[in-house]
């Protein structure tokens, strides 16, 4: 089973839901299409929750890093919201948690956009 999105704004927030897995191939590329769609379509915030997302690869993870990539080059910010705890591991062994803010409650990261 690859990954599903389903975008939704919340305020001046776009909140990308994510569920299943991110991987090589179809999950990575959706991941991709979603964030360039919304970048595109002049969002800044986005807010990418991962609560229902059980596993990313070295590809998953290699997408997220460019998604905050291209959101942070367009002005914006990117966040992370309910990760689990297969996915905090990923970013501590990585040391992406440096890079990624995460957040564990929705109101408190969309109040923490400036």
């Not at 929750?49 to 942070?72: C, H, K, M, P, R």
């Amino acid at each position: 089973m690859s990954v599903r999105l389903n975008s939704r704004q919340v305020g001046d927030v776009t909140v990308i839901d994510a569920a299943g897995r991110i991987t090589l191939g179809e999950g990575s590329s959706s991941l991709r299409d979603t964030i360039k769609a919304t970048v595109d379509g002049g969002h800044k915030k986005v807010l990418l929750n991962l609560g229902e997302v059980n596993y990313i690869d070295s590809s998953g993870i290699g997408e997220l890093v460019s998604a905050f990539t291209s959101v942070t080059n367009s002005g914006g910010q990117l966040k992370l919201l309910n990760l689990s705890k297969r996915v905090q591991d990923l970013l501590q062994i990585t040391k992406l948690y440096t890079v990624f803010e995460c957040h564990d409650d929705e109101a408190g990261a969309i109040r923490s956009f400036s």
